[in-house]
């Protein structure tokens, strides 16, 4: 499994900050490739729009055409790319611009990810009790350092490669009752 792509340059992270592309940058990575016609239908948007921001992702990097998987030349696929991405907001706090673009993208990234949650829990009898029982949120109150903060998140981060591997193999088939899960983790200093 290739490490995630660090993230560079503020004018890519800009693609980050527009909540419509975030949405279709998790369908995309949901539906494993698709048009824009089909994720217009997942984000509940137009084809017109979604490929206007399609575009933008690809500009960035988060997204790139897949011509191999048209039919007939006039479908557009897209996927991306498998090894994701990830940033540090210290990449981007020596500007003013750097920075807000950072606490911008990493604030649309967080708000689709607890929709989402959201958006579960208000539906979570519908997925049936075999669901309900393997849902799961934790959290932990845990006094460390930043290098043994780091040191977690860099395991926490094996882990998670290790069951993507498992996800990725599947290649888009449904196996066993298996859905798409979010999982995300936060980690950060507090004071109580």
Known sequence: MRAPRPIADVSQLKALTHPLRVRILYALRA????????????VDESPNSVSYHLRKLAD?????EAPELGVDGRERWW?????GFSWSSADFAGTVDGAATSRAAKQVLVENQFLRQREYDDTAESWGEDWIRAAHSADFVLRLSPDETE????????????????SDSRDGSKIDG?????VFAHGFPFRP
């Open 31 to 42: 539906e494993g490739s698709a048009t824009a016609s089909r994720l217009g239908q997942v």
């Open 60 to 64: 960035a990097g988060f997204a790139f």
């Open 79 to 83: 996927r991306v790319p498998v090894e």
């Open 151 to 166: 040191e977690m998140m860099r395991e926490a981060q094996e882990v998670f490669a290790k069951w993507r591997e498992l």
């Open 178 to 182: 298996a859905e798409h899960v979010m």
